[in-house]
T-cell receptor, first 114, second 117 residues
């Protein structure tokens, strides 16, 4: 069975500082991993995804994530936070060759301090 | 890119009435659509998975007679909340997946906020 743990329900960073959002997964088979962003009262937008290709995945808006099998982690980073990055971020995992059932973490709310 | 729309974006209804939410894939054929529910400040919980032309598969604990899902075409799925009660108030989000190159990705709609008075 798959599961996702996001450490830290709230993360605050100063504008221009490094953003690090943590995600650890559990999966009995090689996983597909995703990071989504959600702005208030909106649906989810895909930031990036890992699908068994390169372990360092680059996404939109300057975000990237690294798949580390030995640590079962898929942490999201961005070198320099922008005010517009303030949102809720969800890590998700699915098993198999397609986006079947996505299992979401509990989310991390990112606040960017000016 | 693939676009998924939902209608309405928000709805308020009286207790005991039924509400229908539409999910459409605008520029691709969605062989599979998913319905999620999100409570305030919580994560998304999968309610059901529907494949075009087939009965939906509901997750454990989701009442299929209360949350009716129809996926009659490759571009439209509907979720009907029957005899809605205040505890059904939530944010409902659909997603869609096609069988093409983006098979390993779900595209999400903007969500529908349901408030039951």
């Amino acid at each position: 069975a798959q599961s996702v743990t996001q450490l830290g329900s709230h993360v605050s960073v100063s504008e221009g500082a490094l953003v690090l959002l943590r995600c650890n997964y559990s999966s009995s088979v090689p996983p597909y991993l995703f990071w989504y962003v959600q702005y208030p009262n909106q649906g989810l937008q895909l930031l990036l995804k890992y699908t068994s290709a390169a372990t360092l995945v680059k996404g939109i808006n300057g975000f990237e994530a690294e798949f580390k099998k030995s640590e079962t982690s898929f942490h999201l980073t961005k070198p320099s936070a922008h005010m517009s990055d303030a949102a809720e971020y969800f890590c998700a995992v699915s098993e198999g060759t397609g986006a079947n059932n996505l299992f979401f973490g509990t989310g991390t709310r990112l606040t960017v301090i000016p | 890119g693939a676009v998924v729309s939902q209608h309405p974006s928000w709805v308020i209804c009286k207790s005991g009435t039924s509400v229908k939410i539409e999910c459409r894939s605008l520029d691709f054929q969605a062989t599979t659509m998913f319905w999620y529910r999100q409570f305030p400040k919580q994560s998304l919980m999968l309610m059901a998975t529907s494949n075009e032309g087939s009965k939906a598969t509901y997750e454990q604990g989701v009442e299929k007679d209360k949350f009716l899902i129809n996926h009659a075409s490759l571009t439209l799925s509907t979720l009907t909340v029957t005899s809605a009660h205040p505890e059904d108030s939530s944010f409902y989000i659909c997603s869609a997946r096609d069988g093409g190159l983006t098979y390993n990705e779900q595209f999400f709609g903007p969500g529908t906020r349901l408030t039951v008075l």
